[in-house]
């Protein structure tokens, strides 16, 4: 791996439920876990910023690439992809790494995972951070009175037709794919992006994520963690509605910020505003 790409973490390989997961990690082993999950169409270097400051302030920091994008680790059928399968996926990291509790930040995708992780698993988790994906649940009601937000996921339509996504995603030299990042992302984590997505059979399983969803990421009550949540208003998924309503599920110490000028790719394109809050939430937990 490019070392530019990795922020200076380390390749590591986790073995979790017969599966080859390759993950990026950074500072002393003996340090708290922060695990940390990507979302899409993104891999573990989306948080090489945050690695590399989690691993300064003492902490041992590592991001996954996720069921379907590790190339170890990527079962065929959509039925292998549900939220269920995807969150033993998160506690299985962390046996791996021989931690029962720890922090867990996510963004996108990974959030769809880690506010159902913590709702069933509230002993393993000592702080929950999200980034962009608001609670399950407020989302469902944002999308039951907002015609903004319906409009924002419409594109996950698109996303769950099996062989049209991945043909239109792809055609002209991955153009819509490249489009998705909003020219927010830097170009040569686009371009690393881009080629390991276009490796035959990627594309489709991290297309499965949306594929196998049957509103099971709402099975997900009020989270009793120490909870930060950060969303950027120019968010290309998920309106003010459902970020402003995520606080009503979070029964523990909460933080909501609000960052004005960013959008849905905050660990890539913001990571000087992001950074510090979430050391912060990390020391306070």
């Known amino acids: 791996m490019d070392p530019h790409l990795s922020g200076g973490a380390e390749p590591t390989t986790l073995s979790v439920r017969g599966m080859s997961f390759d993950a990026l990690a950074a500072g002393p082993a ?18 090489r910023e945050q690695l590399a400051a989690a691993a300064r302030a ?3 920091a590592v991001a996954v690439d996720q069921r379907g994008y590790s190339p170890g680790a990527r079962p065929e059928g959509t039925a292998a992809y549900t939220v269920d399968e995807l969150v033993e996926d998160v506690f299985g990291f962390a046996d791996a790494l021989e931690c029962e509790r720890f922090h867990l930040v996510a963004h996108d995708w990974g959030g769809v995972l880690a506010w159902p992780a913590a709702f069933r698993r509230p002993e393993r988790i000592r702080t929950l951070t999200v980034l962009s994906t608001p609670h399950p649940r407020a989302l469902t009601e944002a999308v039951r009175v907002s015609e903004q937000q319906q409009k924002k996921l419409s594109y996950i339509g698109l ?3 099996e062989g049209k996504a991945e043909e239109v995603l792809l055609k002209d030299g991955a153009a819509k794919l490249r489009d998705v990042y909003e020219g927010r992302v830097p170009e040569p984590l686009v371009e690393d992006n881009v080629r ?19 509103g099971d ?25 459902a970020a402003e309503g995520t606080g009503a599920w979070v029964e ?9 000028s960013a ?23």
Do not use: N
């Open 196 to 214: 390991r997505l276009s490796e035959p059979g990627a594309l489709t399983a991290a297309l499965s994520w949306y594929r196998a969803l049957q």
């Open 263 to 285: 959008t849905h790719w905050l660990p890539e394109e913001d990571p000087e505003r992001v950074i510090p809050p979430i050391l912060e939430h990390f020391k306070r937990g």
């Open 58 to 60: 003492g902490f041992r």
């Open 30 to 47: 003996d340090g708290p876990l922060a695990l940390f999950l990507h979302g899409f169409p993104e891999f573990s270097t989306c948080w």
């Open 252 to 260: 523990g110490p909460y933080e909501y910020v609000r960052l004005d």
């Open 217 to 241: 990421a709402a099975d997900a009550g009020a989270v009793q963690a120490p909870t930060l949540y950060m969303w950027g208003e120019g968010d290309l998924a998920f309106g003010p509605e």
């Open 159 to 161: 996303f769950r037709m």
